[in-house]
């Protein structure tokens, strides 16, 4: 399986330009959504958490953290990822790839997965609750009908 440094090293190497830190994570979040429903699969094993600017996988903050941009990721190997992983994110890519990472977090705090894992915590406060995978494959793939 893959992690979500080998996802996240990927997707860079897709863009010509560096691309916000926070954007790197919602298309993280799409990846591993999406992954679910079209491989019923997850993508990596890292938890995603429900932050107050949208979901944010814990393990890649570490990484980046205090950087606005990102445009390599020597942490992840994206070579070890299946054929199935890559065609997963190209999707991804071509489909929320053009929005910022504001338009992607607006998006994000309009769908199912991240509003159930905010439950009970006031908008703007910070919380280390985990958007649980089941709530993501079963919110997505009722968005195919």
């Known amino acids: 399986m893959a992690t979500v440094h080998d996802v996240a090293a990927y997707i860079l190497s897709k863009f ?8 790197l994570q919602k298309l993280c979040y799409y990846s591993q959504a999406w992954h679910m429903v079209w491989e019923d699969r997850e993508l990596f094993p890292e938890k995603i958490e429900a932050w107050a600017n949208g979901p944010v996988v814990r393990d890649l903050y570490a990484k980046h953290r205090g950087q606005f941009v990102v445009q390599n990721w020597q942490w992840g190997r994206p070579q070890d990822l299946d054929d199935g992983e890559k065609e997963s994110i190209d999707v991804v890519i071509e489909n929320y790839g053009k929005l910022t990472a504001q338009q992607l977090s607006e ?3 309009r769908e199912d997965p991240w509003l159930i894992a905010r439950e009970g915590v006031q908008d703007g406060q910070r919380s280390d609750q985990v958007i649980p995978t089941g709530i993501m494959h079963a919110y997505y793939l009722g968005q195919l009908d």
């Open 16 to 23: 010509d330009e560096p691309i916000t830190a926070m954007k």
């Open 107 to 109: 998006l994000t705090h």
